[in-house]
């Protein structure tokens, strides 16, 4: 019978669920200071399968494998993320999405071209001062991987709650919003601040850095909050500037940014951690011409590369030119 991987402390930690030993002989054992992750002949996590006979061919691929015991991610020398980067053996092979393809922890989209639910909302209502006012009301949404969605409607419609509720900065006071299939309404407050830090990224009209510090600091930060390793922060913070036009300015000082440049600042860190889903409040509200398509350009990038991105915009020839678009109206969430 083949040795179980041994597991070791890796780095940020991600859903523990894409750890877990799978079938009746997979178990995991804790021993002081070490784990072990023990699988039998059917789990899909087993490393290797049993060892060949004398003089024989081994069969199967060793693969090393680790579990972060703060997030539960793995770790794989052997496999390729499908995003690239500077951190691919933080994505090991054995993960499956629902498309049968191995599936990168850091974002919802299976390799193999697998089209999958980012985020949902299941009968979720919302109301407000002692129920009089419902701005949400047994609203169904479900936003998948690859998807520019734009949500609109009148001011006070209900909009900014919706994307509240979608990044779990507000519950519902019926229903469930499920973030890559699972379920949120039942975590606490620290469960939903962790899958708030790791799974999703947020951009409002105001950029809300920090003007003190340098541009590079302030998506850093981001990086802290997510849990990622120290040793992979330098490399995503300088690709993040970078895709976002604002390399240049990584020693600037935000407060000596313009306004576009702040915006992009912003989109940068939104980004930096790879979340699945980007969720987005009038963006593009403050800026020019010119920034705007800067910016949308950034957002419609993030979802072509495999992301889902949520935009609430009251800009109607910008919500044209995305993939779907939302109308919020009386409680009541439809495509327009």
């Not at 993960?95 to 974002?107: A, D, F, N, S, V």
């Not at 006071?173 to 407050?189: K, M, N, P, S």
């Not at 849990?227 to 990584?250: I, K, Q």
């Not at 705007?292 to 991105?309: C, M």
Request: overall charge positive; glycine content about 16%; proline content about 5%.
């Amino acid at each position: 019978m083949g040795r179980a991987p041994r597991t070791g402390r890796g780095g940020a930690g991600g859903d523990a669920a894409d750890a877990r030993p799978v079938g009746a002989a997979g178990r995991l054992r804790r021993s002081p200071g070490r784990a072990r992750l023990g699988c039998g002949g059917g789990g899909r996590h087993a490393s290797r399968g049993p060892d060949p006979p004398a003089g024989g061919p081994r069969r199967g691929r060793r693969r090393d494998v680790e579990r972060d015991h703060r997030g539960g991610r793995t770790r794989g020398s052997g496999a390729g993320c499908p995003h690239g980067g500077p951190d691919r053996s933080v994505h090991a092979g054995p993960l499956r999405g629902r498309g049968g393809g191995r599936r990168c922890p850091e974002r919802g989209r299976p390799r193999g071209g697998a089209v999958t639910v980012a985020v949902e909302c299941r009968g979720v209502t919302r109301t407000f001062d002692r129920g009089r006012v419902a701005p949400l009301v047994d609203v169904d949404v479900r936003v998948r991987t690859e998807q520019l969605v734009a949500v609109v409607g009148a001011s006070g419609a209900g909009k900014t709650t919706l994307l509240n509720v979608l990044g779990l900065l507000d519950q519902p006071d019926q229903g469930d919003v499920l973030v890559r299939g699972r379920a949120t309404r039942d975590l606490g407050e620290r469960g939903r601040a962790r899958v708030r830090a790791r799974q999703l990224g947020f951009v409002f009209q105001d950029s809300l850095v920090d003007p003190r510090r340098t541009a590079e600091e302030n998506v850093a930060l981001a990086c802290v909050f997510s849990g990622m390793s120290r040793a992979d922060r330098a490399a995503r913070v300088t690709a993040a500037l970078r895709s976002a036009d604002v390399g240049h300015r990584a020693q600037t000082r935000a407060a000596d940014l313009s306004g576009g440049e702040r915006q992009r600042v912003a989109v940068a860190r939104a980004v930096v951690h790879r979340p699945g889903v980007l969720l987005c409040d009038e963006p593009t509200g403050n800026l020019d011409e010119g920034n705007t398509e800067r910016v949308f350009g950034l957002l419609a990038a993030f979802a072509r590369s495999g992301g889902a991105v949520v935009l609430v915009t009251h800009d109607l020839d910008l919500a044209a030119r995305c993939d779907v678009v939302l109308r919020v109206a009386h409680g009541k969430v439809a495509a327009a």
